[in-house]
């Protein structure tokens, strides 16, 4: 049967909201979401993460930028090959900065794609079954369950020392 | 700091975005006036010709470059504070980290103005940008003028984002505790962030590698400003000790300005809690550290001079003490290497209107740097006959009045409708103290 019902438990402490965590599937509850008002590595030890991918778009983003740099100075000084201050016409190393610059702006560029889409945002529809008191002091899990055993679900976070709301 | 709670944080940075009073607003009227001074007389110059100014030849670098290599310079702490001391983990840059941030990313939007106002036909500004054309013609790319282009464009950018990124946790604290049109804004500024695990496992990550690419970056951006000059042949210019030099100078310029904007804005908005006395105490130790190392640029540029036997080097500096801009040099001197130097004294750390004065002091000693090195250089090359004077005339003045009113107009915007306090990073610190 499908979980369609959604609990938040709130938590002023970050230690139960991990414990919480740890110990639904147990309990037969599945997880969703922890909302934290800072980034929790306590959370993310019971989650076992550790690394975001988003390094991965900030090297391809550094590469691309590497060669487009060093493409576009060599592209733009072949056009004329012109002789400027008796220096080669492709002179590597006053584009070695361009290509430097490029690397920089493009990593950055990746990084910031690769937080926006691992991260799936922008989100609106995530405030949805999201409580404001989570960016604030509190700790949030989200949970799901049947419908059936919603009071169960509320008894679980209430043991665990959180308040609850429920998102139908 | 550590006794605060995240309840606590939030309100006393909330607070500061309540409706601001009418002195707010009279001084926003101002400053705006002041921009509208600087907008009026680049008017005037782009009708007239830039010939307006006191430019001339040899000085064809007034203080329009002036202006620009200060304000990049002051730029430069901005991402210091945020991303060097981010990757060395130093946590009193939480309190100052965002203001600093906002300040670099102001402070290049006055910089990038300057080489469009030194332009004259700023109508053809698309010149420096690799547009495809029916000439074929291209920007140059082994000129340093290019590569200053290229620089501040991506440091701009680069700061930009770094900043919006920074901002994104707290843009979604002022969305949940406001109301209305606000709340409808803040919406949709903070992308819909709920701070869920998925997000901050990311985010951790996208922030470390913002600073880890912002951190050569900063280097890379004032040492390509500080070779416009070096570059060039010019006695007092042509040398490679320029690019630590400028870096050290910018950085010691930067974290000046970081105390001019910090003080009043602790004293205003109440946050004697959050920006501690051991945070300005930090600021001002690390300004000991960067005046000392631009004391040694000082120097060892004289030193060099000296040591080449080169006579229009020697020439060069000889007159940097005793030729028509010696005031400007001792200015420097005293601002930006002695006064600080009192910053050594506990006393002189501690207190507020001492720090307050200093960080003037060296604003002011900074400004005057940049006019020794641009202007001193080539009004004194190498034959005597093309020697030249130069002086700043009405119109430079009041785009720099102009520079400096849209610097602090845009701050001043700020701290009133964004938070200028990460509440984020100081729950963090807050946390880890705890």
Known sequence: ?168 | MSELTYAEIDQTVLDTLSPPSGGYWLLVMVLILGVLTGAACWAYQIFTGIGVGGQNIPVAWGTYLINFVFWVGIAHSGTLISAILHLFRAGWRNPIARAAETMTVFAVCCAGLFPFIHLGRVWQVYYMIPLPNQRLLWPNFLSPLIFDVVAISTYLTVSALFWYTGLVPDLAVVRDRSTGLRHRIFRVLSLGWTGAHHQWLNYSRGYLFFAALATPLVISVHSVVSWDFALGVVPGWHTTIFAPYFVAGAIHSGLAMVLTLMIPLRRIFRYEAIITMNVLENVAKTIVLTGLIVGLAYGTEFFIAWYSRNPVEMESFYLRVTGEYAFGFYFMALCNVLIPVLLLFKAVRRSIPSLFTISLVINFGMWWERFVIIIGGVAHDFAPHSWGLYAPRPVEYGVMVGSFSLFFLLFLLFCKHLPSVSMTEMKETVSHAG
């Open chain 1, 1 to 168: 049967m499908p979980a369609d019902t959604q609990l938040l438990g709130l938590f002023k402490d970050e230690a139960k909201a991990a414990r919480a965590i740890q110990e639904l599937a147990p309990a037969g509850f599945q997880f969703r979401r922890a909302h934290s008002p800072i980034p929790s590595h306590r959370i993310l030890e019971v989650l076992k993460l550790t690394k975001g991918p988003v390094g991965w778009f900030t090297l391809a983003g550094g590469i691309i930028g590497f060669f487009t740099g060093f493409a576009l100075a060599i592209f733009t000084a072949v056009q004329w090959n012109l002789i400027v201050s008796g220096k080669p016409i492709v002179s590597l190393i006053p584009f070695f900065i361009v290509g430097f610059e490029f690397t920089i702006l493009f990593s950055v560029f990746g990084n910031v794609v690769g937080l926006l889409v691992c991260s799936r945002l922008p989100d609106y529809r995530g405030l949805e079954t999201y409580d404001p008191r989570c960016s604030g002091e509190h700790f949030g899990v989200l949970a799901a369950c049947d419908t059936g055993r919603k009071g169960e679900l509320m008894d679980f976070f209430q043991k665990k020392g959180g308040e609850v709301r429920v998102f139908e």
